[in-house]
Each structure stands twice: as structure tokens, then as C-alpha cells.
T-cell receptor, first 111, second 110 residues
Framework: GDSVTQMEGPVTLSEEAFLTINCTYT??????LFWYVQYPGEGLQLLLK?????DKGSNKGFEATYRKETTSFHLEKGSVQVSDSAVYFC??????????FGKGTRLHILP | DAGITQSPRHKVTETGTPVTLRCHQT?????MYWYRQDPGHGLRLIHY???????DKGEVSDGYSVSRSKTEDFLLTLESATSSQTSVYFC?????????FGSGTRLTVV
């Protein structure tokens, strides 16, 4: 069935380092793709989205590009901050209006 | 998000007791969802609703039931709680940007 696979964590980086979190999706149709972020003790929040091939979603310095040829939607940030420490979920929207989530990647940023 | 309220935020209950979790939204969204979040599993869909009295099962629906008698309320019931249902439960609504989530209910079954 439809699925999303993201790199396992935890990922630990120093402040100001470059971040990449890999995400691939099963190529059924042309789903909308999302990155959600979950801070400790909170629900998930939409970080960014892309609805078609070659779209780039961006927010708070994070970016992800919808790559149809590699079925990928990798999350990147050029210079991470301690406040970016959280769990990040890659997700796709299926035709039945349900969102399928990856298992999440925990990110730790060290000062 | 201020538009979705989950209650209670925390609950401890005994095995075998019924438990109802409530999700209330003020955005008039048709589509609502219940997920559970567990370490190593991410978020898994329990039940969903596409409107009043229109509900269906997700991938982990065993032991759970739902009701939606009003657009704004989506109730999740554990008929007879088990320790395997200890989890964090999230409600979500669908809008044109994707999902908006509530803050979650942490349920512990002892």
C-alpha cells in the first residue's frame, strides 16, 4: 500500500550545521507531500507542503522539493538552531483524503 | 491549534474500564481523524469521519469505536481498555493545507 519512509533518528547536530532528513514515498498517483514538526508535549504542526512535482515548500528556513523522478521529499535547512530540536514527520495525502505518516525523525541540536 | 480541543489532556484508567476521549473543533471542518502515536510506530490511524454519522475504520481500529453526532465533536471510545492502548491520542481535522492537530490526550491503562 501507500507509504512514506524517512530516515531513522535520532539525528544530532551542532548549532549552525546543515540539516538533511531524507524522505521517500511510494509512487501511487501524484500525492501532496508534507513535513510536520512536533515539539515536546505538543501536537503536530504543519511545517511545509508541496502539491506537485518540482514544487518547493519552505517555512522557517526549512525547504523541501517534490522530486517525482526519485519519489523523494527531503527536508533541508542551511543553519539549524537549538530551537529546531523536535520530531519531524514526512507525510503524503492519499486520494481517500487520509494522510499517511512516516515514523518520525528525532532531531537534537547541541549549542 | 486553538480550533481543536481535546479532552482530557491526561487520563489514567484501569484495565477493563470504558474510556471516552473527546475532540471538539470550531472550524466547521467535515473531515476528522483519530490517531495514536507510539514509539517506533509514528502515527497510526484509528478511525476517521467524513461528516455527521459518517465514520469508518482505520488501520488500528480493533478495540475502538467512534461517534460523530455533530460536526464539531468526534468521540473516541475504548470499550474495555487494555494496557496495549496506553498511548498518546491525537485528533485532527482536514483543511485545504492538510491536517490541523489537537494537542493530544495521554492515556495510561494500568
Amino acid at each position: 500500500g501507500d507509504s512514506v519512509t524517512q530516515m531513522e533518528g535520532p539525528v544530532t547536530l551542532s548549532e549552525e550545521a546543515f540539516l538533511t532528513i531524507n524522505c521517500t514515498y511510494t509512487a501511487t498517483g501524484y500525492p501532496s507531500l508534507f513535513w510536520y514538526v512536533q515539539y515536546p508535549g505538543e501536537g503536530l504542526q504543519l511545517l511545509l507542503k508541496a502539491t506537485k512535482a518540482d514544487d518547493k515548500g519552505s517555512n522557517k528556513g526549512f525547504e523541501a522539493t517534490y522530486r517525482k523522478e526519485t519519489t523523494s521529499f527531503h527536508l533541508e535547512k542551511g543553519s539549524v538552531q537549538v530551537s529546531d530540536s523536535a520530531v519531524y514527520f514526512c507525510a503524503r495525502l492519499n486520494r481517500d483524503d487520509k494522510i499517511i505518516f512516516g515514523k518520525g525523525t528525532r532531531l537534537h541540536i547541541l549549542p | 491549534d486553538a480550533g481543536i480541543t481535546q479532552s482530557p489532556r491526561h487520563k489514567v484508567t484501569e484495565t477493563g474500564t470504558p474510556v471516552t476521549l473527546r475532540c471538539h473543533q470550531t472550524e466547521n471542518h467535515r473531515y476528522m481523524y483519530w490517531y495514536r502515536q507510539d514509539p517506533g510506530h509514528g502515527l497510526r490511524l484509528i478511525h476517521y469521519s467524513y461528516g455527521v454519522k459518517d465514520t469508518d475504520k482505520g488501520e488500528v481500529s480493533d478495540g475502538y469505536s467512534v461517534s460523530r453526532s455533530k460536526t464539531e465533536d468526534f468521540l473516541l471510545t475504548l470499550e474495555s481498555a487494555t494496557s496495549s492502548q496506553t498511548s498518546v491520542y491525537f485528533c485532527a481535522t482536514m483543511n485545504r493545507d492538510g491536517y490541523t492537530f489537537g494537542s493530544g490526550t495521554r492515556l495510561t491503562v494500568v
